[in-house]
């Protein structure tokens, strides 16, 4: 598989903007936090041009809470992964978006966010995670998730400083 990327598109939280109304729309409060997250989060990053949002619920594996009235409008349950923090995936009807639902407290939404707000503020780490999706990408895939699994380190390295800093801050 062929890993296409893409120069930053201000159009992609314009995206993100309109999408997350519509998932408010559809959940009223029980979508607790809707956050923009993924390469197509950070300005300046290349990225594969799928808007990859976070959604927080009161509970993920609780699927009939919330899966019908994101089936209603047009998402389909693509990946239900219960031993990951509960982890659930819908894909928008033109599969580009990736909707990662999680319950509400689950550590992986901090880290999330926190690797985001980090390459949106520290340019350094942000054109070396660039560096690495680009050295990757010129490689062929059996599946996007092996491409996926091979920025783990870069990832792993620059989460470090977050915790590093954080530590620093307390």
């Not at 903007?17 to 029980?30: K, P, S, T, V």
């Not at 923090?85 to 901090?110: C, G, Y």
């Not at 926190?114 to 490689?139: G, I, M, V």
Request: aromatic share 8%; hydrophobic share 40%; with cysteine.
């Amino acid at each position: 598989m062929e890993i296409i990327l893409e120069e930053y598109n201000p159009i992609w939280p314009i995206r993100f903007e309109r999408e997350a109304d519509r998932i408010r729309n559809a959940l009223g409060d029980r979508a607790q936090q809707i956050h923009h997250v993924g390469s197509t989060s950070v300005p300046h990053l290349c990225a594969k041009p799928v808007i990859d949002m976070l959604l927080v619920v009161a509970d993920s594996s609780d699927e009939s809470a919330y899966v019908p009235d994101l089936e209603a409008i047009g998402y389909a349950l693509h990946i239900r992964e219960p031993d990951w923090f509960q982890h659930r995936m819908l894909k928008s009807p033109n599969d580009d978006i990736n909707l990662h639902v999680f319950t509400e407290n689950a550590s992986e939404i901090n880290r999330m966010l926190a690797f985001r707000d980090w390459l949106r503020s520290h340019e350094h780490d942000r054109r070396k995670y660039e560096l690495t999706k680009r050295e990757l990408s010129k490689q062929t895939w059996l599946y996007v998730q092996h491409y996926a699994d091979a920025k783990t380190v870069v990832i792993e390295e620059i989460l470090d400083k977050v915790k590093n800093e954080i530590q620093r801050r307390l």
